[in-house]
């Protein structure tokens, strides 16, 4: 890890030792809330930095960071969302501060920065499933989210724009478990709302291959989409042509740069520039630059 993400992510010189377990994880998070706190599957925990032993140590209250271990269900998923996140940030979309960590027995933790806390105090943020209220985070469409989005934000029209990218990235990457839960917006100040940073990206399609596409509908569909579904999602986001598939032209190269230089599991690696390249195809977006 480089000086410069310890400093922004622990304002710290050296990267912090963390001294439980992965078979551990289970009973510090039952000591916080009785129950293990489960996103689907996954494990998470909250946690805050020791400063005086530089470690990360479990917090109930005033916690900084999220830390989300190895999964038995799903291997490898700390590195997976890792080198997700890495290539989010090199497109310009914006994500918080992550990093992976090795437990006290070895194996890595995905550890990232919590955007709903400054200076201690916490920032109020809703999720779609919370907006839209539906009753299943898996139910609705990007649609709705990009049009209550626009209702909300203070900047709507960059506020989609953003979002669209975001839909259009997790398509690309073989995202499908992208869903209401995982789009939220924060309220800055009393004048500010806001579209918050990404967050729990990863390539589902590597652990679930024969998942649908999308976890929310777009242009009613769930699988097998196409270019033309995105386009018809941007002609209702009001995304000007112009804009809507830059940052993504050209773009297999930087990304299989990242995956190859990633901790996700060598035989894996070639699966997710596969599932890319595939991607890439049916949106139409050129797959090379010159070397």
Not at 13 to 25: A, C, H, N, V
Not at 92 to 109: F, Q
Not at 147 to 170: C, H, M
Request: aromatic residues 8%; neutral net charge.
């Amino acid at each position: 890890m480089n000086k410069k993400l310890i400093k922004e992510m622990f304002d710290a010189s050296d990267p912090p030792i963390i001294e439980f377990r992965l078979q551990d994880i289970s009973r510090e998070a039952q000591q916080l809330t009785g129950k293990l706190s489960i996103s689907g599957v996954q494990p998470k925990l909250s946690v805050k930095l020791d400063r005086k032993n530089n470690s990360l140590i479990s917090a109930a209250e005033g916690g900084e960071y999220i830390l989300k271990p190895q999964n038995q269900a799903f291997p490898n998923i700390p590195e997976n969302e890792q080198c997700c996140m890495d290539m989010a940030a090199e497109f310009g979309i914006d994500v918080p501060p992550h990093c992976l960590l090795p437990l006290k027995d070895g194996s890595l933790a995905y550890i990232v920065k919590r955007f709903d806390r400054k200076s201690g105090i916490k920032i109020h943020q809703e999720d779609f499933f919370q907006i839209l209220a539906p009753g299943d985070k898996y139910k609705g469409s990007v649609e709705q989210i990009g049009r209550k989005l626009k209702e909300i934000s203070t900047a709507p029209g960059y506020d989609a724009q953003l979002f669209f990218e975001r839909v259009v990235f997790n398509f690309i990457i073989g995202n499908g478990d992208a869903h209401l839960k995982n789009y939220s917006i924060a309220y800055l100040d009393n004048e500010t709302i806001r579209l918050t940073p990404a967050y729990d990206i990863v390539c589902s399609k590597l652990a679930i291959p024969g998942e649908e596409d999308s976890a929310l509908a777009v242009n009613g569909k769930k699988d097998h989409l196409k270019k033309e579904d995105f386009d018809k999602l941007a002609d209702y986001l009001n995304i000007p042509i112009k804009i809507r598939y830059d940052k993504f032209k050209k773009c297999l190269n930087l990304m299989k740069t990242i995956i190859k230089n990633s901790e996700i599991k060598e035989e894996a690696r070639e699966q997710f520039i596969d599932i890319i390249k595939e991607r890439l195809s049916r949106m139409k977006i050129p797959l090379f630059i010159r070397e």
